[in-house]
């Protein structure tokens, strides 16, 4: 230190005195860093304001005042990296303060002050309790939760708890729901001819004593659809036995049909003779057994019901002679093989020749139930009348078409793709029969005038084009054939 114009060295604990005491009152001038080699050293060569005749002026007031500020800028400086996403800041006075309408600044969203991350300043920023704590939490991911074992000491236990068995149980089908309940399954079964997921269904009903009732609904739904739909109903009773029903379900199902044939008569005039049908299958399948027949004999006053176990007599003696009685209804349209069906329309337009009964051939290729694969039937009826050498074969089959056509069993798109197919395989035909070309024109322009046909379908009939010479310079070659 500099006194009186010598330089005097001071112990260190009298430089920091002096030092801490000569601090400028401005804040702008306020610096919190360390002290420099040459302070620690007491060499200073810094004007003292506060020294008057060698003696110290304590500046009370205005050392207060810095210390506050220092303190204050030392805290904001601390702090500043820390929150700074949650926008607290310090004004000059040291209040923590926020944004200019008391609300976070844009630089640290409220969603931070909800988050579930520690902000104690330290950690690796993870969620609190490794994600398990929180409102609707059961616990961190991946944990799994053993049986608690019950506490015998809990004022709530009871012994006889320990011993107890929990099952699911199904109140029975009442009688007023067993038809509601049980139609909607069989019509879809007769949709996707699943027989498993009807056992399932039936399975999960509790149908008890109403058991029998299934074998009923089901071929008295039967006799009202298609064949196809019978031979599924009498597949359903073969599978649904021994799982779902028993014989003697099955026999005194067959017995109500018997009393109430009267009743079914009315709605279906062919039901003895389908009954009597489904009792022949059921035999030869094996869910009745073949003393059933000779239970009646001699016991039936009702005509209908004669007349059903009569036709079920007669066919199991027939089975016994060869016939088949397990394709006793047949097969559905989409399930034969597309060669049995082609066979089957062939047969149909040659029964039709020999009889010319349009209504039966209708009836006939009804009961094939292949409306999608009607443009065979227009195809092989023009084949048929191309291949045939008389003017009756084309006005037969010139009528049946226009037929079917009035009574909407052929549609306009199986009509047309019918008469395509022809068109397409005139040429291997023409091979064959020489005139083909010549017939063919004169059946498109027949079944034009008919209306069954459509103008644009006529214009695309191929014709044969004339050979003749192209040219001389062509060397005598014939130009080929154009259709």
């Not at 024109?441 to 644009?456: L, N, P, R, T």
């Not at 191929?462 to 060397?475: A, I, L, Q, T």
Request: proline share 5%; charged share 30%; net charge neutral.
């Amino acid at each position: 230190i500099v006194c009186s114009g010598k330089s005097v060295k001071l112990p260190s604990y009298l430089v920091f005195h002096h030092l801490f005491h000569s601090l400028p009152t401005d804040a702008d001038d306020l610096s919190d860093s360390f002290l420099s080699g040459e302070e620690e050293n007491g060499i200073i060569t810094k004007n003292i304001k506060n020294e008057i005749n060698g003696n110290w002026i304590s500046a009370p007031n205005s050392i207060h005042e810095a210390r506050l500020k220092a303190k204050a800028k030392r805290r904001l400086r601390k702090t500043s990296s820390r929150d700074s996403g949650r926008g607290d800041s310090f004004s000059e006075n040291g209040d923590p303060s926020r944004g200019t309408n008391g609300t976070a600044p844009p630089t640290s969203p409220k969603s931070k002050l909800l988050d579930r991350k520690s902000r104690a300043g330290k950690g690796r920023g993870l969620p609190k309790k490794g994600g398990a704590g929180g409102k609707g939490v059961w616990g961190p991911p991946g944990e799994v939760y053993d049986l608690e074992e019950v506490d015998v000491k809990d004022p709530n236990y009871d012994e006889a708890q320990e011993n107890c068995v929990y099952e699911t149980v199904v109140p029975p089908l009442e009688e007023g729901a067993f038809e509601k309940t049980l139609t909607p399954i069989v019509q879809e079964y007769f949709e996707h001819g699943d027989t498993n997921e009807v056992a399932e269904l039936l399975g999960e009903l509790n149908l008890g004593s109403m058991s029998s009732g299934v074998p009923m609904l089901a071929v008295s739904l039967a006799l009202e659809a298609k064949a196809s739909h019978r031979e599924l109903t009498s597949r359903l009773l073969t599978d649904l036995c021994g799982r779902v029903l028993s014989r003697s379900d099955v026999e005194s199902s067959f017995d109500k049909l018997l009393r109430e044939l009267p009743d079914l008569v009315l709605d279906t005039p062919g039901a003895p003779q389908l009954v009597g049908q489904f009792i022949a299958r059921a035999v030869k399948d094996q869910i009745l057994s073949r003393s059933y027949l000779d239970g009646y004999k001699g016991r039936v006053d009702c005509v209908h019901a004669r007349a059903a176990l009569d036709r079920a007599a007669v066919l199991l003696k027939m089975g016994l002679g060869g016939l088949r009685i397990d394709n006793l209804w047949g097969t559905g349209g989409g399930q034969r093989p597309v060669t049995q069906l082609v066979r089957e329309m062939t047969l149909l337009l040659k029964e039709y020749l020999l009889s010319g009964d349009n209504k039966e051939a209708e009836r006939c290729l009804r009961e094939l139930e292949v409306p999608h694969f009607h443009h065979e039937f227009v195809y092989e009826a023009i084949v048929m009348v191309l291949e045939s050498k008389g003017e009756k074969t084309f006005k037969m089959v010139l009528q049946l078409l226009k037929f079917l056509w009035v009574s909407s069993i052929i549609t306009v798109d199986q009509m047309r793709r019918g008469y395509e197919r022809v068109y397409m395989d005139i040429a291997e035909i023409n091979i064959d029969v020489p005139r083909a070309y010549f017939i063919l024109e004169q059946f498109v322009d027949k079944s034009f005038s008919a209306g069954f046909i459509c103008e644009k379908l006529r214009d695309l009939c191929p014709s044969r084009g004339r050979k003749r010479f192209v040219s001389e310079g062509d060397g005598g070659r014939f130009k080929l054939e154009s259709y």
